[in-house]
């Protein structure tokens, strides 16, 4: 199925170049290994625009309509002992995690700013709802440094403290990097998305919905 809808995608983008007209982002079944920018930040003519950017092919822009994002069983980790963690969830339980180091058995996830000129720039990013079924799992983006403590860029858990509806400090134009995507149980979740320009003309995206399926 999947190399079906690349074959379609790629015959997409030939004819549409041959004809002289923009190519729109092409569908896909389900993705659950390899380099994506799920949120990347496309600025042109004036609009700004979310979809999903891969790197196999490369430049291969995604709709996330359409598109499942799925994170199998072995994405299971155990969330640490300590207070720093307590937002993700509570100590000893399990979540499924999108990895911020490259993992060949698991999505390599990031967000991509690379095409927001920087007069347009910084980009802010909300997460405008998170729905799940089973209803009730949480998510939530945070980064880690060297010394393994989590940064969270965007938090759906309403417990005191933890909800971040929208990324502290917004995002760099012209940038690239990549977070833990994390997931508090299995099930399919519908994450909401919206990105403004701060720059600028003060550009507003649509609400974009991406799948995913945890577990």
């Not at 400090?169 to 833990?180: D, K, L, Q, R, V």
């Amino acid at each position: 199925m999947r190399l079906v809808h690349r074959m379609m995608a790629v015959v997409a983008a030939t004819t549409a170049t041959v004809l002289g007209i923009a190519a729109t982002p092409a569908a896909a079944a389900t993705v659950e290994t390899g380099h994506l920018d799920v949120l990347d930040v496309d600025y042109a003519d004036g609009a700004l625009t979310l979809d999903i950017k891969t790197y196999s092919p490369a430049n291969d822009d995604l709709s996330p309509a359409g598109t499942i994002l799925r994170l199998p069983a072995v994405s299971a980790v155990t969330v640490p002992s300590g207070s720093a963690w307590a937002c993700l969830g509570a100590s000893g339980s399990t979540v499924h995690v999108a990895p911020q180091a490259e993992n060949p058995d698991l999505l390599w996830a990031g967000w991509n700013t690379e095409d927001v000129p920087a007069t347009q720039g910084p980009v802010k990013m909300e997460l405008v709802g998170v729905s799940s079924v089973p209803a009730g799992g949480r998510f939530a983006i945070y980064t880690t440094n060297a010394f393994g403590a989590p940064t969270y860029r965007l938090n759906s858990n309403s417990a005191n403290g933890c909800p971040i509806s929208t990324w502290p400090g917004n995002i760099s134009a012209g940038s690239h990097a990549h977070g833990n995507w994390a997931f508090s149980a299995p099930g399919t979740y519908t994450l909401s998305f919206r990105a403004t320009t701060q720059g600028g003309s003060g550009v507003a995206s649509p609400t974009v919905n991406y799948t995913f399926q945890v577990g």
